[in-house]
C-alpha cells in the first residue's frame, strides 16, 4: 500500500526530488506572461507543464488552487507598447485576449487566480515600506532598492555571472543610484515612456520581481506549495523573488517545493524574437492536434531543456494514438495498474513511464492517463 491509499485524503507528491505532503489542496504560484507578444512554444510547454502537474495532483485527491499572474507593467511592454503608439494597459489587454485564446486552444485550465500587476501598485507600495523598514532595502533617487548582495550567492552563482544575468534580464546592474549592483529596484523612480504611480518617494513604478511577489503574497499569504515557472527565471526572477517574501515576511522558506520547467531550444538556441526563431503555438495547432502538441511536450521530464524538432511532433502523433487505442481496448479493470499510474505521476511527473504501462494495460488504465494529461 501506498502512503497515498493509507491516508485517506491526504497526499503526496515528489517534486524536483523532494517529497511534499499535501493535505486537501495545493497552492501553486506561476509567474505568467509579460503580455506583449504572441505565444510560442517555449510558453505553451511551461503552462502545459504546470496544468498537468494541478491535472496530477488532483488524481491525487489534492485541489491545486493556481495564481497566474498577468505582468502588465513591464519595461518590455511599455516599450512595444510605444512602438504600437498605444496606451500600456490597453495594448497589454489586447495580447492577453490572444494568451487566453492560446491557452484555452492547448487545453490549458484557466488558473482560480488570475492578477495583474497594475492593480497591485499599492500592495508593492506596502512591499517597498516593510522592506525599509527591516533594513533589507533602501531609499535612493526616487527609488527604493533590495539588497541584493546575498541572492547572488544562495542561488550558488557568483558575482560575474548574476551580474551577466541581472544585465540580460532588465536589473540594470549599472545603475549608479545603487549600493552594489547586484541590487534591484523594488521601486523605480518615474521616467518619461512609462507609467507612473504616486509613492512616498516620488512618482514611479513597480520592479518587476517585487510585483510578482506583491501579486503572490496578497493571493496566497506569506508562503506556498509550489512556485512554478520556466527554468529561464530561476535567477534573477525566482531567486530575488523568495528573496524579497522572506526578508519581507520572516517566514522561510517561500516556496516549499520550486518547478522550473525545462527551457525549449531550436538547434539549440534559445528562441527569440530577435533571433527569428520563434515557434508560434497558432503555426503549430494549424496543423498538428492540440492533443500531438500536448503529448510532445510531456513525454519527456519536465525539468529537463530541449530542442524541437518537427520530427518530434510526428512521434507525439503516433504515441497519441496507441495511448488512445489502448483506451478503446475492452479490458477487465485493473485497479493494481491505475495505482501504478498514479505512483508514477506522483513520483515527479513520470509521464513517459505513465504512457508505457497505460499502452501496456489498456482499458481504465489508459483513459484516466488521457484524462490526467489533458488528452480527452
Ligand atoms: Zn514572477
Redesign the pocket.
Known sequence: MTRTETARGAAGAVIAGQRIELLDRARIYA?GITPYDVTHLGHAATFVWIDTLGRVLRLLGVQPEVCR?V?DVDDVLDAAAGRAGAAYDEFAAIQQFGFDQDMAAIGVRSPEHEPRAHRYVTHVIRLASGLLATGAAYQRAGGVYFRGAGVAERAGLDRPAARHLSGEFGGRPDDPAKDDPLDVAVWQAGEPGHPAWDSPWGPGRPGWHAE?VAMALSVFGPAMDVHA?GAE?RFP??AY?AAMAEAFTGVRPYARAWFHTGVVTIDGAKMAKSAGNLVLLDDLLAVHPAGAVRLMILDRPWAQGWDYRPALLDAAAIRLESLYRAAARNVPDDPAAVDGLRRLLATDLNVPAALDLAAEAGGATARTLAGVLGLT
Open positions: 509567474c499572474n505582468t510578482c515557472g527565471l526572477h525566482h523573488h
